[in-house]
């Protein structure tokens, strides 16, 4: 069943509730039905039309519940024709659809979350990750963690992706003034959201290009604790403590790093390190 589908069930069940009470003349309940009826022939303009007027006929009418039912299929048709044009890379159109739902029913997140993708592909990231912040503010505020969490994900990817992107610049070289950019980028993913095992990575990663050896290895083995991924997704996190520790002297501490490292990508290095120590 299609999300629309799912939005005109809702339409058609709440208006047969508004049908079922009195009306005492009030146009709007007509006017609701007017708009399901048109969800349901999938004239969506005209829907979102039809609910709106039906949402501002409740409102002076002092009649919330109507007024509520009518705001929130308007905020959810938007999002989906909003999605829509989104998938057809009609980024600015569909902004304009996720902004009625939005201006409809303030407290639908996936309307911000949208917007916020969508932006992320017209603006600037430094607009874009507000956007996003507002995503998950509203969607925490309205115990939607689903849309919370894929708005903190969103910034956090969007920062590991700038910081990865500086410290690969120079192939297998990162410069200190890479290093330091990569910094800038996740300093600010932590003003956000929360450090995850990725982001020590990276600082690991960074302050080891710095000569920060010890850092390093402190922020290498806070990525460790809160890892929950595979053997193979860890093992970059203890290459690079491994790297640290090897950097500052620390050679046997270097060598239990590196075969906790020798899995995936990281196996033929960590053996070559593992061997060199071991004639040292």
Do not use: C
């Not at 005109?8 to 709007?28: D, E, K």
């Not at 929130?72 to 999002?79: K, M, N, P, T």
């Not at 500086?166 to 956000?192: F, V």
């Amino acid at each position: 069943m299609s999300k629309l589908t799912t939005i005109i069930r809702m339409a058609v069940l709440a208006a047969f509730m508004i049908a079922a009470t009195p009306s005492f003349g009030q146009a709007y309940k007509e006017t609701f039905n007017e708009a399901t009826e048109a969800a349901k022939a999938k004239n969506y303009s005209v829907a979102i039309q039809k609910f709106t007027e039906a949402a501002d006929g409740a409102k002076a009418e002092g009649d919330s519940a109507v007024e509520r039912q009518a705001r929130g299929l308007v905020a959810r048709i938007e999002y989906n024709l909003g999605r829509a044009l989104h998938q057809q890379e009609k980024f600015a159109e569909a902004m304009k659809h996720f902004s009625n739902g939005i201006e409809q029913d303030p407290t639908f997140a996936k309307n911000y979350l949208a917007r916020a993708a969508a932006m992320k592909k017209t603006a600037e990231w430094d607009q874009a990750v507000l956007a996003y912040q507002q995503a998950m503010q509203v969607a925490e505020q309205n115990a939607d963690s689903q849309t919370a969490r894929a708005a903190e994900s969103a910034i956090r990817d969007q920062y590991i992706y700038m910081a990865s992107s500086a410290l690969s610049r120079s192939g297998n070289r990162a410069t200190r003034a890479d290093a330091t950019e990569a910094m800038e980028h996740l300093d600010m993913l932590q003003m956000y959201v929360e450090a995850d095992a990725d982001t020590y990575y990276y600082m690991a990663e960074a302050n080891k290009v710095l000569g920060n050896f010890e850092q390093a290895i402190a922020l290498a083995d806070q990525g460790l604790e809160i890892h929950r991924g595979s053997r193979t997704d860890k093992a970059k996190i203890y290459f690079v403590k491994g790297e640290a520790l090897m950097n500052s002297g620390q050679t046997e501490a270097a060598k239990e790093a590196f075969q906790n490292a020798l899995f995936g990508s990281y196996r033929a290095s960590a053996e070559h390190y593992i061997e060199t120590l071991g004639t040292n």
